[in-house]
């Protein structure tokens, strides 16, 4: 792994309050922002980061405000704020072809980012990103709380629950490890908006019309046909379905995912 690391020029540091993990190749083909979902951090993206799969394209992971190792601000941002944010933290270069690439919450992120700017961005992937209430496991248990019970109690108790989900699921023990950095005021606030967003139902069909190439990525083991599955295919939306994959397919299956990233990246050239 160490050699890994030299290799990849792994770079973890803080920007204007931001914490940022990054890699510089030498040669690069383009950049590929990855945006973290509810609770987490650019923590979860790290095996990708390192993956030598993908060292020919700058790797960038930023936590968000409020999230991971980055500052909290006096005042939690909206999700349309986070995604306004993306777009002015990490400019697209003219030069290097930008992909984002949204994970659950930061899906919806990203999706409302190539909404604004559709000409800023190359590609979008969504893994898991919010499409129906089914879709709001954590978001919605915060969400019956109001601010002040959240703060004082709700939160630890959400904190628990994700800790013992991590002794049966080894990427929920990643995701405990994230949350526990997290602002609870923005943890409530974007629950909220998460769980009236995918309420409307009508992400599915905005994310099948944005006007440049993208993919859907859903983990099915635990719903082979659910709600968000048909929305997907009432759309016509661009997506795929892994059985043995839970709510974050890139780490269930690492491998395979670099490999359906690489040759997504492989398509757009």
Not at 172 to 179: C, M, P, T
Request: glycine fraction near 8%; charge should be neutral.
């Amino acid at each position: 792994m160490a050699g890994t690391l030299r290799s990849m020029h792994l770079r973890r540091e803080i920007q204007d309050g931001i914490f940022l993990r990054s890699t510089h190749p030498s040669r690069v083909r383009g950049r590929l922002i990855f945006v973290h979902g509810l609770g987490e951090s650019g923590l979860c993206f790290e095996a990708l980061l390192n993956h030598p799969g993908l060292r020919d394209w700058q790797l960038l992971a930023p936590d968000l405000p409020g999230y991971g190792k980055s500052d909290w601000a006096p005042h939690p941002m909206r999700l349309k704020e986070l995604a306004e944010f993306l777009r002015r933290q990490h400019a697209p270069d003219p030069r290097l072809p930008t992909v984002l690439i949204g994970h659950s919450m930061g899906g919806v992120l990203g999706q409302y980012a190539c909404e604004s700017g559709p000409q800023d961005y190359r590609a979008f992937v969504n893994v898991e990103g919010n499409l129906s209430p089914e879709d709001c496991t954590f978001s919605s248990q915060a969400a019956r709380f109001s601010l002040a019970d959240f703060s004082n109690g709700g939160f630890q108790q959400l904190c628990e629950d994700i800790y013992r989900g991590g002794l049966d699921d080894i990427p929920q023990r990643g995701y405990y490890a994230s949350v526990r950095f997290c602002d609870p005021r923005a943890y409530h606030l974007n629950s909220r908006e998460l769980v009236e967003a995918s309420r409307r139902e009508d992400l599915a069909r905005r994310f099948s019309r944005l006007s440049l190439p993208k993919l859907f990525l859903a983990g099915l083991r635990d719903r082979e046909k659910s709600r968000s599955v048909q929305l997907l295919e009432e759309a016509g939306a661009c997506w795929e379905g892994w059985d043995k994959c839970g709510h974050w397919p890139f780490l269930d299956e690492t491998e395979r995912f670099v490999q359906r990233l690489r040759s997504f990246l492989q398509e757009l050239s």
